[in-house]
């Protein structure tokens, strides 16, 4: 894989920053694309962009703003909150399908500029009810892109049986965690960092960190601090 080129599907959060560095590590040319869709925090794309910057990765950023006209949810329209599913339901935060959009943009953009391999950080371990998070869903879609694009494109997912802490693992053997725990945006209220510590996103992210710091022996400031204050052996 090496030899190849890549392209990351890359919001700026936690799991998919993961994935960049990851996709870094396995191929030898990487870009990453990102959907501006009218996020709450147009700081999202933001981030996304810094951190593209910052790793001089070639930053593509397509206008998905008609995700908004699909489907008001509560993380394009200001007006809904944002909670979790009730009753084993789906968050407010769910767009039917949006990964089928997003990952079928990722797959014509990847045919123009030649990559091979698609990285995404879905996963189905939290996937918290989005059926297109699943890995049965991606591989289906695998097959569909090459269908239609006659193409030998193969898409991966690093992250799909991992839970939050084995993220915050895989950016550590990565060498990479304190990068990602400060750069990095999952907070819906769009705090970056440990963000708002409120959050349905917030609180999984900051569970994950904790299990894993706690496994190495090491404890997590409950204040949100810096990385640097992260006690790791
Ligand atoms: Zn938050």
Known sequence: MKQEKAVVVFSGGQDSTTCLFWAMENFSEVEAVTFDYGQRHALEVECA?????????????????????LAPNALTDTGIEVADGEDGGLPSTFVPGRNLLFFSFAGILARQIGAKHIVTGVSETDFSGYPDCRDAFVKSLNVTLNLAMDGQFVIHTPLMWLDKSQVWELSDQLGKLDYVRTKTLTCYNG????????????????????????????TVLPDGGSAEEVALP
């Open 191 to 218: 705090i970056q960092a440990d963000g708002c510590g409120e959050c349905p996103a917030c609180r999984l992210r900051r569970k994950g960190l904790e299990t894993y710091v706690g496994k190495k022996g090491g």
């Open 49 to 69: 962009k810094d951190i593209a910057e910052e790793l001089g990765v070639k930053h593509h950023i397509l206008d998905m703003s008609l995700i908004g006209q």
